[in-house]
């Protein structure tokens, strides 16, 4: 049974850090590209980052210079560190697992950011 599990949400100030784990289970995680979705009230879920099998990553421009993916074959994990925070970060983050040739994925549950003073 497949389990994508984050953590690490929760209320930062603006211009502040955060880091976010998922922990994944139940597929071949190695051989998964594993994404960073986010999905702020009453808009679109948007992809925030992107790290491929091979370990190479992609970010939008809304996110570049700012976040960080990371992945960890021997644990399973997937991290997101996000710095410089603003308010239009705020959103429930969720982790996404998709093998290259796959036409579905998985999702986890979701962890919420909240970036506010």
């Known amino acids: 049974q497949v389990h994508l599990v984050e953590s690490g949400g929760g209320l930062v100030q603006p211009g502040g850090p955060l880091r976010l784990s998922c922990a994944a289970s139940g597929f071949t995680f190695s051989r998964s590209g594993m994404i960073w979705y986010r999905q702020a009230p009453g808009k679109e879920r948007e992809l925030v980052a992107v790290v491929h099998v091979t370990g190479a990553p992609n970010y939008p421009d809304s996110v570049k210079a700012r976040f960080t993916i990371s992945r960890d074959n021997t644990k399973n994990t997937v991290n997101l560190q996000m710095s410089s925070l603003k308010p239009e970060d705020t959103a429930v983050y969720f982790c996404?697992?998709?093998?290259?040739?796959?036409?579905?994925?998985?999702w986890g549950q979701g962890t919420q950011v909240t970036v506010s003073s």
């Open positions: 996404y697992a998709k093998a290259p040739l796959a036409t579905t994925g998985y």
